[in-house]
């Protein structure tokens, strides 16, 4: 059974989610930054279409990056080091999401609607939202955002415009994560593109014990500066 948020004030446990689809934990709800919030601290992110009722999710296995297990092959550092990037944090986020639900090939991308849009916005505001940008000549031509809470990091989404400016910004991000002793990037589901960037899958069950222990550590609020080098 799915169970439908109203007036819950916590979600269900995350075993009980759904293994067909994997990670279905519960429907309804609100996006409200209350919810947002209380969701990621218990491993749980919403996942829908337009005109879809919000639907929450907890997969199991659980894709996540150690900051320190970056993977970076020469020809990328190579690319890194000639493309011209520059590095912005926090400074374009609704252009950032944007970016990140154009259309592209895979057909991704279409979930980010207007009403993720503006809650996500309203994280940003408040200091937990993030956006790491991958700038080439005065243009944004990569980036990703997700949300920070306590030492751990929620990857939402990617996008890139030009070759390996999605990959560039990762990279960036890892980096200053380590140097901040965050403990996690949370990945979501398992894809191959991670999966070479040093993401690896563990059991939901590891996933949400090193969870509750990230979350509470010391809050890094935003808007972020980096001072990982380009």
Known sequence: M??????????????????????????????????????????????????????????????????????????????????????????AFVAVMRGCGEPRDDAGGTWISDTMVAAYSRLFDAGYAHSVETWHDDRLVGGLYGVAIGRMFYGESMFSREPDASKFALVRLAQQLQQWEFGMIDCQMETAHL?????????????????AELVNLPHRPGPWTFDVSD
């Open 2 to 91: 799915i169970e439908r948020r109203q007036n819950a004030t916590v979600f269900p446990p995350v075993e009980t989610a759904l293994t067909e689809p994997n990670g279905l934990l519960a429907q309804g709800g609100s996006l409200s930054p209350e919810w947002l919030l209380d969701a990621y601290r218990h491993g749980i992110f919403p996942w829908f279409n337009p005109g879809e009722p919000i639907l929450w999710w907890s997969p199991d296995p659980r894709m996540v990056l150690l900051p320190g297990d970056i993977r970076v092959t020469r020809s990328l550092a190579k690319r890194m080091r000639n493309a011209g990037f520059e590095l912005r944090v926090d400074t």
């Open 195 to 211: 999966s070479s960037m040093g993401a690896r899958t563990i059991p939901r069950a590891a996933f949400v014990t090193r969870l």
